[in-house]
């Protein structure tokens, strides 16, 4: 009988004191302390100004680097190619804008395209100064002109904050020696397109100084593709290409759903381990048109189902594109960029991409540019609000060795449900996985997690559905 007593009083003394004792180390702690990444690609930008291009909000002409600073953008990406044609896109005027971007305080993203021209899974065409060599120059022409370019614009002061090896290289790059596609898709195509991956890679490091810091790149397509995309990394990693962030481009009507971009993500971070960005998307604020250019997006069926080619419609893909984002495991999605936002058509320059623009075609900002305008890391939206998200106190409490933890959750979203110590030193998790809006229970059971030895006293159970985070105490009496 003295021994339930001494149990009970135990359990009374802990109970007495759990509202006293300081909180866990636990925290939120959403994408490490890191900005979401809320970005835009402007490549064309100049080209559309010399061009008589004007950008206005509410009527009144404004520079529009500095209309998206001022709604949130928070970084710039600029794609560079060797030798184009027209000039557009070179060194030189790429390196101007990225000073522009640098003195307004924002992010840069360098996208090295490798080529002359358009460089993407369909078309991957060797600079012209570089058509002739051999495999061997081909990979120190590599090096050389990477390592160039950062110390370029390091000397310049605009180094850049990311760096893409490549654009949309889910084929390889610099064809036909860096092809993997196809007939192509062999062990020895395989390696060479590592070689120059690895080469561009070393010409950007080897300009950096200690106290430098640029993350490495790696951008494909496949947006809402598992198989295609865990197929490329495999291989990738297989030889031993060293790289930071994980790029994929996704728009809706070639990469699939939301769900199936979920699916995806979610998959390449459990698998790889590595951080992600969305750094290509956009969406139709109408599928009329303004010019003789025929525009990518012009039918209905390429919309997504509640998606309407409206600025409302263009506003909500934005918000769930980046919900989606912001919610990945291990707080790994780092963010997106909207590509060519600012891609309008004029009276001498056409655009196959003014309906997908941000700014309507009298070159008005539109309403949808609300969706970025959030400063906080968290991506919130009315619509998107949970109605009821509750964690359930355990039961029984105190326990042992079996208690029933109970939730509610009215989003779909990744969920992850671990249980801490008093330190916030994690124990175990007991839920990590995508599940739909719904209620849940888990029983935690000791005597089938024999592997934990705890001893009697105070943990915690933490619950995170999406954004949404709870903790609550509980109590382990032996």
């Not at 979401?36 to 909000?57: A, P, R, W």
């Not at 090096?143 to 370019?149: A, H, I, M, R």
């Not at 390696?191 to 690895?198: H, P, T």
């Not at 998107?384 to 979203?413: D, E, H, M, R």
Request: one cysteine or more; a neutral charge.
């Amino acid at each position: 009988m003295e021994y339930y007593k001494i149990k009970i009083v135990f359990a009374l003394s802990l109970l007495a004191i759990v509202n006293v004792l300081p909180q866990p180390l636990i925290t939120k702690n959403q994408n490490s302390g890191f900005k979401f990444i809320k970005g835009v690609d402007i490549s064309t930008l100049k080209q559309i100004e010399d061009n008589n291009g004007v950008f206005k909000e509410n009527n009144i002409l404004r520079d529009p680097i500095q209309i998206f600073k001022s709604h949130g953008i928070n970084y710039i990406r600029l794609k560079l190619w060797h030798t184009p044609v027209n000039g557009y896109n070179n060194l030189a005027n790429v390196l101007a804008v990225a000073q522009n971007v640098k003195n307004l305080g924002l992010k840069f993203l360098l996208d090295i395209h490798f080529s002359d021209t358009w460089a993407d899974p369909g078309h991957q065409t060797k600079p012209v100064n570089w058509n002739s060599l051999p495999f061997q120059s081909l990979k120190d022409s590599v090096y050389s002109y990477t390592k160039n370019v950062i110390t370029t614009f390091k000397k310049n002061g605009a180094l850049p904050d990311i760096v893409q090896i490549g654009n949309e290289i889910s084929c390889g790059m610099l064809w036909n020696d860096g092809n993997v596609c196809g007939n192509f898709n062999t062990q020895a195509q395989w390696s060479k397109f590592a070689a120059l991956l690895n080469e561009g890679i070393r010409g950007v490091k080897e300009s950096l100084q200690s106290y430098d810091s640029i993350k490495i790149m790696i951008h494909i397509d496949k947006g809402g593709d598992v198989n295609d995309s865990q197929w490329f990394f495999n291989k990738l990693n297989s030889y031993g290409v060293d790289f930071d962030i994980i790029g994929l481009s996704y728009y809706p009507w070639w990469q699939g759903t939301l769900t199936d971009l979920q699916n995806n993500l979610s998959n390449l971070i459990l698998r790889y381990n590595k951080e992600i960005i969305i750094v290509e998307t956009a969406y139709p604020w109408t599928l009329s048109w303004n010019d003789n250019t025929n525009n990518i997006v012009g039918n209905t069926d390429q919309l997504l189902p509640n998606y309407p080619a409206s600025a409302d419609g263009q506003k909500k893909f934005l918000l769930d594109l980046m919900n989606v984002v912001d919610n990945l495991p291990n707080d790994k999605g780092l963010g997106i960029f909207y590509w060519e936002p600012e891609w309008i058509s004029t009276q001498t320059f056409g655009s196959p991409w003014e309906n997908l623009a941000l700014f309507d075609f009298n070159g008005n900002l539109l309403s949808s540019i609300s969706a970025f305008d959030s400063i906080a890391t968290n991506v919130n939206d009315s619509e998107n609000t949970i109605q009821q998200f509750c964690l359930y106190q355990n039961y029984p409490n105190p326990f042992n060795p079996i208690t029933k933890i109970s939730w509610q959750a009215q989003v779909s979203g990744w969920q992850t449900l671990i249980i801490y110590d008093m330190l916030g030193n994690e124990i175990v998790t007991l839920v990590n996985e995508y599940r739909t809006a719904g209620n849940y229970e888990f029983d935690f059971n000791l005597r089938q997690n024999s592997s934990l030895k705890l001893a009697s006293g105070i943990y915690y159970y933490q619950l995170k559905v999406g954004i949404y985070t709870k903790t609550k105490k509980m109590i382990l009496l032996k």
